[in-house]
């Protein structure tokens, strides 16, 4: 057996720590292709029934163990928009049936959409910091999820602010004052419950602070040093830990109450020389951005030698054929742990006894999943009140038409479902 560094310098110098499977617990991973190999050559595969062994997950077709927790990336890029990489978000499921969202940046809501979930089932959203590329996808998720079936209610935690304008709620209040016309006309077309929001503000500033504790799962915040009213998350279930920076320099909080986490993500910027070339910085900017708001490659391997999770997981760069290898091997000039470099829908199965990589196939053409409860009709009473102006234009004919579609409709499914805005110019 080679050790482990000399696998992993092998690799890298011939380039082939591919993207598509970026674990380098190489030890772990020649151990299981010897394990797969001797199983593989011992019968022969069915030409009809499903494979004895998967390399990828393909969502909703395994089951989730009593004692297990799956995390899959639904967002590892930055705010430069890409379309491999989604801004921040990793979905948690729990083996007893909870689910849980930490954070929501732009373009993650569409990979959650892929992932076939019903959004009944994703009612737990929170929010480390209040940046578009950790919360930007939120307002799209809550106004649109009534269209998507989600008819349950949803719960968002978020941090309070430096200043009381700046915290969650007010954050989250200016958001449906931004989006009132959109919430009044959703609400009065489809049922609208799930438009309920229950905003949970919690302090910063406080130390392994509990802002979560239900049917055995305890979630914790600790302070994050990006911008103020930063935090990072802990979140603890069935003696498994699930940690995850957000952003955040690593700091003294982390390295307390972090260590010996299983799944430790935390963010990873790549060099600022890269930073200029790639992204058009000045040396300051790329110096100030990529070291002091954020965690630089070898910090980034300096506090998980600190920390010694059972597997490490660096996200928040644009993570491609190039950069990896430099990201990997500034970390492991600190660090020489069990580590992935996360790209979008990388999925990780966690137990007690260790932690699976793979990555997941997601549905590019996916629908909503169905609503896990009975939809009820729109309240008439807070229905959203048409103008004269707009009902004037309905052009007669063509609302002919329509009529006749909704009464064949109606015919078919034994319904009795009455034309609205069709319908208005022939009432008289």
Request: with cysteine.
């Amino acid at each position: 057996m080679f050790s482990k560094k000399a696998v992993i310098a092998t690799l890298a110098a011939a380039g082939l720590l591919g993207a598509s499977a970026l674990t380098l617990d190489v030890d772990i991973r020649l151990k299981d292709s010897q394990a797969n190999a001797a199983t593989s050559s011992s019968s022969a595969w069915s030409r009809t029934k499903p494979y004895p062994m998967q390399e990828v997950y393909y969502p909703g077709t395994e089951t989730l163990g009593a004692n297990e927790m799956r995390v899959i990336a639904c967002g590892t890029g930055m705010p430069q928009p890409r379309l491999k990489q989604a801004a921040a978000c990793f979905v948690v499921e729990l083996g007893n049936g909870d689910k849980f969202i930490f954070d929501m940046g732009e373009g993650s809501f569409e990979r959650i959409m892929a992932l076939g979930i019903p959004l009944d089932q994703l009612d737990k959203v929170f929010l480390g910091h209040l940046h578009l590329d950790h919360a930007g996808d939120f307002p799209a998720f809550y106004f649109t999820g009534p269209v998507n079936n989600r008819l349950t209610p949803l719960r968002l935690w978020g941090p309070s602010g430096v200043r009381p304008e700046w915290g969650t709620e007010t954050w989250a209040a200016k958001m449906q004052e931004q989006w009132a016309w959109e919430k009044a006309g959703r609400g009065s077309a489809v049922d609208p419950r799930g438009l309920e929001l229950e905003v949970n503000e919690f302090d910063w500033m406080a130390v392994n602070n509990v802002i979560y504790d239900e049917r055995g799962v305890t979630i914790r915040t600790l302070p994050a040093i990006h911008l103020d009213q930063s935090v990072s998350f802990l979140l603890d279930w069935n003696g498994l830990r699930f940690a995850f920076s957000s952003d955040t320099l690593p700091n003294k909080w982390w390295r307390e109450h972090a260590t010996g986490a299983d799944l430790s993500i935390h963010e990873c910027f790549i060099p600022p020389q890269m930073m200029m070339d790639r992204y058009g910085m000045t040396p300051s900017e790329a110096v100030m951005v990529g070291t002091q708001g954020h965690t630089a490659a070898q910090a980034f391997g300096k506090i998980m030698s600190l920390t010694e999770p059972k597997h490490a997981v660096c996200y928040h760069f644009q993570n491609d054929f190039d950069t990896q290898i430099v990201v990997a091997e500034e970390i492991r000039k600190t660090y020489d742990g069990p580590l992935d470099l996360a790209i979008d829908f990388m999925t990780w199965n966690v137990t007690k006894s260790g932690v699976r990589t793979r990555m997941a196939v997601p549905n590019h053409e996916s629908f909503p999943a169905p609503p896990q409860m009975t939809k009820q009709p729109p309240d008439s009473m807070k229905a959203y009140k048409w103008t004269e102006f707009s009902l004037s234009g309905v052009e007669p004919e063509s609302a002919a038409v329509t009529n006749a579609l909704i009464e064949a409709f109606n015919k078919r499914n034994g319904t009795d479902v009455k034309p609205g805005l069709t319908g208005l110019p022939f009432k008289k």
